[in-house]
């Protein structure tokens, strides 16, 4: 049974918009992931067309700064890899041209430095281990962060010869 059942076409793209904005109120979305809201709450995929276009057109929904904030805060605040934040924005639905321009932000010197800074904290995490489980951890956890393993064993011989 669809969720919307206004009589007019109107009434239908009112109650569209309404849903896309109530969600927008809560947190940035891309425009697939509004898809997909509209879709799972059956309303007629060209009236969820019109209402995403429409809301696109104004900048209400803009694929582009939605891209480029998560990339900075995701880099920022909790150090991933360019991979790792190209692999969320795919799964979010965001396009390739944004996920690149978004990715412009994180150089590769910036790249390692935050490598650098989670190698450093993971084996102060770890002190008093053997010397090869903080070393594999270490690892690990620059592995679920994103970072290659080049960048990631780069990151740990620079943090073990940094410790005293």
Known sequence: MPWLT???HAEQVEAAREIVLRRLDRCPAPRAALAGL???REV??????????????????DDASYAA??????????????????????AKGVGEEHIASALEQVDGAGEQEAALALARRRLAATRGLDPEVRRR?????????????????QALRRALAEEP
Do not use: C
Not at 69 to 90: M, P, S, V, W
Not at 137 to 151: F, N, P, Q
């Open 38 to 40: 509209l879709e799972r």
């Open 6 to 8: 206004p009589d007019s």
């Open 137 to 153: 951890r270490t690892l690990a956890h620059l592995g679920r962060k994103g970072y290659d393993a080049e960048v990631s064993a």
């Open 69 to 90: 904030a998560l990339a900075r805060t995701r880099f920022a605040l909790k150090g991933a890899a360019r991979r790792a934040i190209a692999e969320e924005l795919r």
């Open 44 to 61: 007629d995929p060209q009236v969820a067309q019109e209402v995403l276009d429409r809301l696109e057109a104004v900048g209400i929904i």
